[in-house]
């Protein structure tokens, strides 16, 4: 049990385009997601919280018009990279939330934009 | 903010060993979880602890938290390859908000 998915698993993109990522609960239903990001050799970085019928709430520092946020149902959120940049080039996971405090994370997504 | 901090930073190990890493604040949390995470993927979850003093364990894997509710560590016994990886602690503060995560042991098993 508690499986997330990612998709894609990697993505390659040209500057200033856009790109999505879904990341799916399969077997449980998840009214809290959440958005992490993660560079070479360090620790995940909390991008944004993502609730089920409301807004996304972004950590400091984190531009929400160009992290979007949608999360539709209690098994599906997903992040749009909006006009992305090389600088947006990372591995970005997500996890849902199980319980009250148990955190299940997807596979990952790599992107590189070039 | 809390911040979490591990150690050690890195270690290399012969196949057989016993491990332990510990994970440390200066602030109080109410749980403490740890994650495995291998190149290239998502964390998985290896234990959650909710109590201070609760001594868990998954296996080959132990980890308590610790009384002071500042700290936790995770012992592996008699280690194997597979156990290579980076090993996150993450804690959920009294506020109940967010996980913060330390910023990672990475664990080599010689063989």
């Known amino acids: 049990g508690a499986v997330v998915s990612q998709h894609p698993s990697w993505v390659i993109c040209k500057s200033g385009t856009s790109v999505k990522i879904e990341c799916r609960s399969l077997?449980?239903?998840?009214?809290?997601m959440f958005w992490y990001r993660q560079f070479p050799k360090q620790s995940l970085m909390l991008m944004a919280t993502?609730?089920?019928?409301?807004?996304?709430?972004?950590e400091q520092g984190v531009e929400k018009d160009k992290f979007l946020i949608n999360h539709a149902s209690l098994t599906l959120s997903t992040l749009t990279v909006t006009s992305a940049h090389p600088e947006d080039s990372s591995f970005y996971i997500c996890?849902?939330?199980?319980?009250?405090?148990?955190?299940?994370f997807g596979p990952g997504t790599r992107l590189t934009v070039t | 903010g809390q911040q979490l901090n591990q150690s050690p930073q890195s270690m290399f190990i012969q196949e057989g060993e016993d491990v332990s890493m510990n994970c440390t604040s200066s602030s109080i949390f109410n749980t403490w979880l740890w994650y495995k995470q291998d190149p290239g993927e998502g964390p998985v979850l290896l234990i959650a602890l909710y109590k201070a003093g609760e001594l868990t364990s998954n296996g080959r894997l132990t980890a308590q938290f610790g009384i002071t509710r500042k700290d936790s560590f995770l012992n592996i016994s008699a280690s194997i390859p597979s156990d290579v990886g980076i090993y996150f602690c993450a804690g959920l503060g009294t506020s109940y908000d967010k996980v913060i995560f330390g910023p990672g042991t990475s664990l080599s098993v010689i063989p």
């Open positions: 077997d449980f239903q998840a009214t809290t």
């Open positions: 993502s609730n089920e019928g409301s807004k996304a709430t972004y």
């Open positions: 996890s849902a939330l199980q319980g009250r405090y148990e955190q299940y």
